[in-house]
């Protein structure tokens, strides 16, 4: 089984990952999913990745997808830098207990270093963490899956089938069921593609290849309209969310090259814009395999 991709960050910029239990003489770690949706029972053995894909290590790319020029560029990376990308974020007033409902207060607890939201009747500290959105980009025919938005935010927009993972579901499981509830399609994911982070409004997104198992889908209640684009059809002024440009961006670069790559990026989004405002980011410490 795949235990883990571990990600190590170092003052080289490098990652690595680390795999457990391959398949005898294949050189292949296998994720088996079974997972039942409603009615529809899914199981898929295809999530097979080769220990040579992942060997060695990451090569950081300076390459952004909008100039950055008060930022460092990638190739300087260094610890302090992994160090500072880590503790990013932003802090959100909360103004009641989730635990009990009284009022809090905001300081830094013992022991701490951030300033934190604490309960003043039951005294319990409330943390928020990042929410994990899992999706599918999913290729047939050379063309890609997409799905028309018939909800808010960002209504009428294109995207990729993906949303939050739940708990008691891997990534990939969570991949798969958006994928069912958003385009009727049953898919066999093929392997991880990128990793995008967006410190700003606390998401990280984690997108898969995935492959149809048949060539039937449609509508879901999330969707208005779900087609099969080529790439060069891609309507990529209708896209919804930034995440969504820069995975179709970096897939077509990873076409044209010849094969699709392992991508980790944070997106840091422009303070004060909307989800519809899509091309206000930077692709920041964008690392390839």
């Known amino acids: 089984m795949l ?26 770690s296998l994720i088996s999913i079974s997972k039942s949706i409603g009615t529809t029972s899914i199981k898929t053995d295809s999530l097979l990745l080769p220990a040579s894909h992942y060997k060695g290590c990451f090569r950081m790319s300076s ?19 992994v160090a500072a990308i880590q503790s990013t974020g932003n802090i959100r007033k909360i103004n009641f207990c989730q635990f009990c409902g009284g009022s809090t207060k905001h300081e830094i607890p013992d ?16 943390y928020e963490n990042p929410k ?48 069912l509830e958003e385009a009727n399609a049953e ?22 290849l995935a492959k149809l198992k048949t060539p039937h889908f449609s509508p879901g209640p999330e969707s208005s309209e779900c087609r099969l684009y080529e790439l060069d059809d891609i309507p990529f002024d209708s896209l919804a969310f930034s995440s969504m440009l820069v995975t179709l961006k970096l897939y077509i670069e990873d076409i044209k090259v010849g094969r699709p790559k392992f991508h980790y990026g944070i997106i840091n989004k422009r303070p004060g814009t909307s989800p519809s405002e899509i091309h206000a980011y930077t692709l920041d410490y964008h690392m390839q395999s």
């Open 3 to 28: 235990k883990a991709i571990q990600i190590l960050g170092s003052s080289s910029g490098f990652l690595s990952y680390r795999f457990r239990k391959p398949q005898p003489n294949s050189g292949l």
């Open 111 to 126: 022991g701490e270093e951030k300033v934190r939201a604490i309960c003043t009747l039951c005294g319990k500290i409330i």
């Open 63 to 81: 390459t952004h997808s909008q100039s950055n020029a008060d930022g460092p560029s990638s190739s300087q990376l260094s610890s302090s830098s």
């Open 132 to 179: 994990m959105v899992v999706g599918c980009l999913i290729e047939h025919d050379k063309k890609i899956l997409m799905c028309r938005r018939k909800i808010q935010p960002s209504y009428g927009l294109w995207t990729l089938p993906a949303g939050y993972m739940e708990i008691g579901e891997s990534a990939a499981e969570g991949a798969i069921r958006e994928t």
């Open 187 to 208: 898919v066999e994911v093929q392997s991880p593609f990128a990793q995008l982070d967006i410190p700003l409004i606390g998401q990280t997104y984690m997108i898969f």
